[in-house]
């Protein structure tokens, strides 16, 4: 049996443990039910997400010209600091802008490898945290916009990290935090114009995911240079799929991507 169509970054359902799934334009595999078989992959070309033609990825399922025009991609989506819909600046597309900028959003706290700080829409949640592979996160304030989300994240940075080591991650070198108190630690921290936002007395979330065995090292595929791959998938971690042999396989990287993936 083989699937075939232009990959995105998998869909997830929140349960114990989180189920996934690679959508196509005509059929989606319920990935979790792969687990323990022995799967193939063969790249056949591209398709990028904004022109639709057969150009190299360049970011984020986009080929250079896209990546640069379309309004999915400007500079405010990993760094919120920067959005101005509040301020009704045009970025590349105002009516865009404001739909995804002038909507609640939260400033969180994830345990994917360390403690992070991060940021994501308030829709995204628990979306987000399954995306990056947190075992467990909290959620430190609530905003209206994207860039009242942006500053209180830059300020936290200066005090925690910001970035997620996917090694640790994927092997699963991991331990399990005091979110809660460290949230407290960083309530000092919280710019005045958000602080008004600050979440009191929640808790953590945690999640499960849909791992057989964890490798111990780790070698990334990449379809750009091995255009097949064969394989017994054991795991799936974040936008992850992991193998037997210990290759991971990062899905979100791969967007825009055809594939034909064959169940062994």
Known sequence: MFYEGV????RTED????????VFENDFIHLNQLLGKSISVTFMGYQCSGCGKDKKIFRQGYCYDCFYQSPNTGDWIMRPELSKAHLGIEDRDLEYEK???????IVYLANSSNIKVGVTRKSQVPTRWIDQGAHEAIEILEVPNRYLAGITEVALKEHIADKTN???????AVTDEQLDTVKEQLKAYIPKETLQYFIENNKETNLEFPVLQYPEKVTSLNL??????EGKLTGIKGQYLIFEDQTVFNIRNHEGHTIKLSIL
Do not use: D, E
């Open 224 to 229: 750009g240079k091995t255009s097949f791959f």
């Open 99 to 105: 739909a995804a900028q002038l909507q609640p959003h």
């Open 166 to 172: 996917w090694r640790k991650m994927l092997t699963n």
């Open 15 to 22: 349960s114990n443990p989180i189920n996934y799934y690679l």
């Open 7 to 10: 990959l995105t970054k998998m």
